[in-house]
């Protein structure tokens, strides 16, 4: 099984910037689908943006944040700038083998890391 680890979350001001990592192990990095979705409280969980063969981004983020991965490291990235208020939640990373499903949809994912907090104040 492939296992996720998130880190890099914190506490910052409104637009300013944050770098999120999640490491990964377990099974070759470089054959999976990965995605960051985020979730605040009493909200769904809900997506952000993708990688695999191209990169997809949330309308709410779109501009703001990158996604990369560095397979050598096992590892996918969450650049995080201009952050807003309304950004706040829990970021949790997730990992799917490649194939035709639709990457933004949460259900299609089998795993999972913890999550890392990310709050922003205004």
């Known amino acids: 099984q492939v296992q996720l680890v998130e880190s890099g979350g914190g506490l910052v001001q409104a637009g300013g910037s944050l770098r999120l990592s999640c490491a990964a192990s377990g099974r070759t990095f470089s054959s999976y689908v990965m995605g960051w979705f985020r979730q605040a409280p009493g909200k769904e969980r809900e997506f952000v943006a993708v990688?695999?063969?191209?990169?997809y981004y949330a309308d709410s983020v779109k501009g703001r944040f990158t996604i990369s991965r560095d397979n050598a490291k096992n590892t996918v990235y969450l650049q995080m700038n201009s952050l807003k208020p309304e950004d706040t939640a829990v970021y949790y990373c997730?990992?799917?083998?490649?194939?035709?499903?639709?990457?933004?949809?949460?259900?299609?994912?089998?795993?999972w890391g913890q999550g890392t907090q990310v709050t922003v104040s205004s």
């Open positions: 997730a990992a799917q083998r490649t194939g035709p499903w639709i990457k933004t949809r949460l259900e299609n994912y089998a795993y």
């Open positions: 990688i695999g063969g191209t990169t």
